[in-house]
């Protein structure tokens, strides 16, 4: 009964390779997210999708791609991955109108590029 | 007490006593401030939220206090628990901006002593 699920929830690969992380919500909610977590912790947004339509997108290098195939998914493909790109990756839910606003984040992925 | 440093700022308190977190914003038009809890491994989970027009809103065990003039929440924990060794997020909403966009704050580490 997981409410938002990632995976994989690890990933090591080398520089260069391409690689996909998927998320999907059983919340019913119609706005999905990832955001990134460097190594001190900080949180930024990348990306929001509302029912399937690309809303907020973060000056995120075009090597990134979220694709949202019905509102309860959204992956991310990463294209030539870097050494910077190592990060915890978070897939998160809302509804789209509030109160509340909360947002619901899934597990995380650790995405480690050597 | 609380350190600030290279790393992630670190409020160590003993099991029983009062924990209170700070968080400095950014954005007047902000209309939301929400806290949110991350514990090892896991992905942020909300606590709390307060809107704009309010100095005070109070949860279970939790109370957050918004000072708009200085720009200033706080999260205060009552009696605390080794549970809530966790890092804790401030985070901004301005709802009218498209998507939800929720703006992060640095973090800090509670580290709760037996």
């Known amino acids: 009964d997981t409410a938002v699920s990632q995976t994989p929830k690890y990933l090591v690969t080398q520089m260069g390779n391409d690689k996909s992380i998927k998320c999907e919500q059983n919340l019913g909610h119609d706005t999905m997210y990832w955001y990134k977590q460097d190594s001190k912790k900080f949180l930024k947004i990348m990306f929001s999708y509302n029912n399937k339509e690309l809303i907020i997108n973060e000056t995120v290098p075009n090597r990134f791609s979220p694709k949202s195939p019905d509102k309860a998914h959204l992956n991310l493909h990463i294209n030539s991955l870097e050494l910077g790109d190592s990060a915890v990756y978070f897939c998160?839910?809302?509804?789209?109108?509030?109160?509340?606003?909360?947002?619901?984040f899934g597990p995380g992925t650790r995405l480690t590029v050597t | 007490g609380e350190s600030v440093g290279l790393h992630l700022p670190t409020l160590s308190v003993q099991e029983g006593d009062n924990s209170i977190i700070n968080c400095a914003y950014s954005?007047?038009?902000?209309?939301?401030f929400i806290w949110y809890k991350q514990e090892s491994g896991k992905g942020p989970q909300f606590i709390i939220d307060?809107?704009?027009?309010?100095d005070k809103r109070q949860g279970q065990r939790v109370t957050v206090l918004l000072n708009k003039t200085v720009k200033h929440l706080s999260l205060q924990i009552a009696a605390t628990q080794p549970g809530d060794s966790a890092v804790y997020f401030c985070?901004?909403?301005?709802?009218?901006?498209?998507?939800?966009?929720?703006?992060f704050g640095g973090g800090t580490r509670v580290l709760v002593k037996p």
């Open positions: 954005n007047s038009a902000s209309d939301y």
């Open positions: 985070a901004e909403l301005d709802i009218k901006a498209a998507g939800n966009k929720l703006t």
């Open positions: 998160a839910s809302s509804r789209e109108t509030g109160p509340p606003y909360e947002q619901y």
């Open positions: 307060i809107r704009s027009n309010m």
